[in-house]
């Protein structure tokens, strides 16, 4: 192609965001249009009022200039680039010089279908306060539960086995018609008694003993639970990043914790197993933070765990609720499965979030990594 003819493409490849301004400016989201240099060409008016400044100052800057050295939009910008794909990041930090504090957003970036030259970003924004009364509501929900439980085990669980004792005398002089009570009697205690003892495990608050773990392992342990067990004939997909870190947490605590994750996905996918899909996904966040109650110290969450199922969905009604206890989606569920991965998750500093519609439902979890890093996790390539 002659430069004449790269010149005179040119302006047009600019131009043609531009052309449907209209509807862009009617869209509450940002979206802004980069050239290769990263320059902006095109913002929409909720990207001007979400980076502080007109439509004639953004056309003179490149994203660099606007957003904070570092910023994970950048790395998001150069990985679809690279990759000639689009690109969905959940849960970005973005920080600039005009920000008066930084902004949470989830982000979609793909090149333009005609000029893949350029880049679309459109932006999400998220509301961290939020997020953070989310996650104080779950650790509330959790102790209330602590409480119930520690009243349960001295107030329930003692008369509980006087009544089935009780039963278990009258049984020896009963007829076998009536043996058949007595019986009931037993497994209804028995039934109230497991209850009890699922719930005191939210009253167990001494500090976890953490270590060193690598999340693959925990994940690959989970996988051949399920396939050997309740999950046989549901495909399962790994997608792991091997450049992970250790997570600095309890082994035996993220295993239940995803285990109960994962049993969640396959119950959602119910009887149509030959198409049921559960996809395991890790990857390396580090534009995540999350503020601590009362002081202005900022945990960072790079470590993402994604669990994803082609189930029927979380109604909408439940899914603020859904981690709170006795909060369940099943007919003979006692809600306690999600509330305690929400206490697991938050006793390990990190937290849940929830994305669901028809056919798609996503639970992500966020962790922290150990503070002194070691070697990367060896194993885990796209099985």
């Known amino acids: 192609m002659s430069k004449t003819a790269t010149a005179t493409r040119a302006p047009a490849a600019i131009r043609r965001p531009v052309e449907h301004d209209l509807l862009l400016t009617a869209l509450p989201h940002p979206i802004i249009v980069l050239a290769e240099d990263n320059r902006i060409v095109y913002a929409n008016s909720a990207a001007e009022a979400f980076l502080s400044s007109g439509i004639a100052l953004l056309k003179r800057a490149k994203l660099d200039e606007i957003v904070a050295f570092g910023c994970p939009l950048l790395a998001l910008v150069d990985q679809v680039r690279s990759s000639g794909a689009t690109v969905n990041e959940y ?77 278990q005398l009258l049984e020896q002089g009963l007829t076998d018609a009536d043996r058949s009570l ?76 995803i285990l109960n994750l994962v049993k969640n ?35 960072s969450l790079p470590l993402m765990i994604q669990i994803e199922d082609n189930g029927s969905g979380v109604p909408e009604h439940l899914k603020e609720h859904l981690f709170d206890p006795f909060v369940t989606t099943k007919p003979y569920g006692t809600g306690l499965g999600l509330a305690l991965v929400a206490k697991i998750i938050n006793d390990h500093g990190g937290i849940i979030e929830l994305d669901s519609e028809p056919n798609r439902t996503v639970f992500r979890v966020l962790l922290p990594m150990q503070d002194r890093p070691s070697a990367p996790n060896s194993r885990s390539s796209p099985r």
Request: glycine residues 8%; hydrophobic residues 40%.
């Open 91 to 167: 849960g970005v930090e973005v920080a600039g010089p005009k920000f008066q504090s930084p902004k949470l957003v989830d982000v979609y970036g793909g090149p333009m279908p005609d000029h893949p030259e350029l880049v679309v970003l459109m932006l999400q924004q998220r509301n961290m306060a939020q997020m953070i009364e989310r996650q104080l509501t779950h650790r509330a929900a959790a102790r209330s539960v602590s409480g119930l439980a520690a009243v349960l085990a001295h107030e329930i669980k003692n008369p509980l086995s006087g009544i089935r004792g009780a039963a």
């Open 182 to 257: 007595t019986q009931l009697i037993c497994s209804e205690t028995d039934r109230i008694r497991n209850l009890v003892d699922r719930m005191e495990v939210f009253g167990d608050e001494r500090p976890l003993v953490k270590e060193p773990v690598n999340i693959h392992d925990v994940l690959d342990h989970v996988r051949r639970l399920c396939e050997s067990g309740f999950g046989r004939g549901i495909r399962f997909i790994e997608d792991y990043d091997p450049s992970l870190p250790p997570v600095h947490g309890n082994r035996d605590k993220l295993v239940q914790a």
């Open 265 to 299: 996905a396959v119950e959602a996918i119910g009887e149509n197993k030959a198409q049921g899909r559960v996809v395991i996904q890790t990857s390396f966040r580090p534009g995540v933070r999350l503020s601590v109650q009362g002081s202005d110290a900022r945990i």
